[in-house]
């Protein structure tokens, strides 16, 4: 089995980078949420621009009929769609690998519950920018990484990490993807709410130390409340969350967390993948998490103001 | 000496419902920031409804100057316009005393930092809200409590609280007014950041306890914090503060906390009076106060989101 046909749910920037990418060695397929959305990928095809300039030819849909039986399909849906996504695949392409991109922990579980496709789990810190339904901007060129989740053997991981290097993308086939995930999640877990709560994008402030009031305390007590959670865990880190904000927060333009998107339009964050999985993960393994817990009870409410 | 004439500073809604009533009994004169607001009081007086149905003549002006010597001056300005109106009385009425009805710590030692007057300190629960520059109307008819600052003696603090009490309010004064001003400091610490943050008034969620995500822990949490500060500091609260929170979202009509006002106007906030007392305290008496600090950095950072 190889990757020769690649069908991609979820029409965010990741999603969009990986179809522009893929279909250039791959076919690709994407199923978007919105008619109106697929319509316009069939008519004008995929542009992605910035640190790469494709034009990609994909064929889009609302839901699987029609669409070729892929072998890999990618599930890249922010956390308030992926369970509709593993709804409008339950009982399709059973042969594919089943792959999700999705910020926190718990994507692949919720897959799970809906088929027993092969899975391999995906985090990845590329980002970029949607200007319209048929063009993304390609930003940060940094890497995905991908392994076999339960019992998928690692050759299928490599094979799909080489077909995404091969189509111009940065990865990494890993044998165990957690402690990558886990560095991701604690640097969102630190850095998103803060940001959908203070209004801030993710700026110099993330990283100031100096005053007492600086907000790099905050962000760093819940880096290391993180730390914790993920030792009882029994996770090492593949890199460490505090040096990837400050780093982050040096790149010059600041970075606007989705989070804070999401709460300036009012739309369900990602707080349950993300600070719900470090709470639940310190309840499971008996580590205190206030600040965590803090900031997920913050947005939660903050999420009932507008509803 | 006694209370025949009062000049306030400060035209919120406290300053207003002490003017319009005072007025019924001494000769008032009120400090407006904006030339406006005190030209059409003295055109128009001020109307007082509610609770009370007032209608009173003051003498406004937007400094001392014409203005009658007082024998009692109220500042009771927000948080922002304190060192503004401590400014605006240096030099000026050496013989009246000062009180000072703010939210939070402290306002007495700025208020002293410009003058050698005689200080009392003051914290009201009363409440309204304003409709106009002219008409306040009187919402929650609870007291005001006031005690002497430093060296002042306790008769003066009593002639001050008869006198508000002829004038149709709920006062006392207390021998010491600390273990009021702080169970309203800790109220207002465990609620007003939480609603400036997550956009919720003051409603039932500030109570609920029954999921792990609810609001009810956090407010609980800071409470305890709040708690933990004022026995180290040696006070022994007048009021319970966790009883205030929930007493106040059984009131029927959720308050909407000024915090929240202030946060969304872009204005700054009482965070530094309120919160930062709490941390500064705690720091003082060497006591941990992690969510006290989390918050007072969060909007701390919000207030320099939109600066």
Redo the contacts between chains.
Sequence with gaps: MSVSRVCIVGGGVIGSLLAGHLAQVCEVSVIKRRREHADALNAEGLRVTGKSELHARVQAAADTRGLPEPDLVIVSTKAAGLRGAAQALEGHFPEATVMTVLNGLGAEEIVREHGDWQLVSAVTFMSGTKHSDTEVEYILDTETWLGPYEDTPFARAREIADAIVASGLKAEALEDVRPAQWSKLIFNAAVNP?AA????PHDP?FAAEDD????G??VH?LVDEGKAVARAAGIELHDDPWEMNVLATRRGSAHYPSMLEDVDAHRPTEIELIT?SV?REA?RHGVAA??H??????V???E???S
């Design positions: 803060v709560l203070t209004g801030l402030h007492p009031a600086d907000l305390h905050l007590g719900g709470v309840a206030p600040l817990t803090a900031l997920y009870a913050l939660t409410a903050k009932s103001s507008w």
